[in-house]
T-cell receptor, first 115, second 116 residues
Framework: AQKITQTQPGMFVQEKEAVTLDCTYD???????LFWYKQPSSGEMIFLIY??????QNATEGRYSLNFQKARKSANLVISASQLGDSAMYFC????????????FGTGTRLTVIP | DAGITQSPRHKVTETGTPVTLRCHQT?????MYWYRQDPGHGLRLIHY???????DKGEVSDGYSVSRSKTEDFLLTLESATSSQTSVYFC???????????????FGPGTRLTVL
């Protein structure tokens, strides 16, 4: 079974609007972390936001927030006030406390911001 | 920015030749990883290291070997490159979960490898 599922291959959003990128995960480890990365056309992986499985509050970093619904095993990324520079691939990833501490990635969502 | 460099950044090689990619970090992080990125697959773990001379296999390790003789360097070797190993390769580093930087995994700039 896939550990991370991103069901939206592509999304469009109007500049200055908010957009939600979906992510669901699957793990039996009670301790885990959820990450979102941005990959612009230049190719680098840029860390955006982190949510720990025991965190009570949803994580926020500037215009990025993570809508963490533990019972549903979802960790959606919300980008508020979209900017043209937000156009990129976005990857959701999970890290389990047990094992290698590596990240399991989803297949990504390509976000296009329309002026 | 985390100090991670990869070399080379681009390489074109022929089937059957050996290839070594280098990852160098200046953060003194314990964990180092090699991932490959292919369309439709996201990033997948090839090998990882949890200390000097301590390495283990990831999800897609066939055809690859690694070595880590110093904390700062992690080498990925394709013993005999095949066209299916054409990909973008990312190195990543992290501290153990629960430490100050344990909640982040930093990536290098990537190496684009083409095997003809």
């Amino acid at each position: 079974a896939q550990k991370i599922t991103q069901t939206q291959p592509g999304m469009f959003v109007q500049e200055k609007e908010a957009v939600t990128l979906d992510c669901t995960y699957d793990t039996s480890d009670p301790s885990y972390g959820l990450f979102w990365y941005k990959q612009p056309s230049s190719g680098e992986m840029i860390f955006l936001i982190y949510q720990g499985s025991y965190d009570q509050q949803n994580a926020t970093e500037g215009r990025y927030s993570l809508n963490f619904q533990k019972a549903r095993k979802s960790a959606n990324l919300v980008i508020s006030a979209s900017q043209l520079g937000d156009s990129a691939m976005y990857f959701c990833a999970m890290r389990e406390a047990a094992g290698a501490n590596n990240l399991f990635f989803g297949t990504g969502t390509r976000l296009t911001v329309i002026p | 920015d985390a100090g991670i460099t990869q070399s080379p950044r681009h390489k074109v090689t022929e089937t059957g030749t050996p290839v070594t990619l280098r990852c160098h970090q200046t953060e003194n992080h314990r964990y180092m990883y090699w991932y490959r990125q292919d369309p439709g697959h996201g990033l997948r773990l090839i090998h990882y290291s949890y200390g000097v001379k301590d390495t283990d296999k990831g999800e897609v390790s066939d055809g690859y070997s690694v070595s880590r003789s110093k904390t700062e360097d992690f080498l990925l070797t394709l013993e005999s490159a095949t066209s299916s190993q054409t990909s973008v390769y990312f190195c990543a580093i992290s501290a153990p979960v629960g430490t100050t930087w344990g909640n982040e995994q930093f990536f290098g700039p990537g190496t684009r490898l083409t095997v003809l």
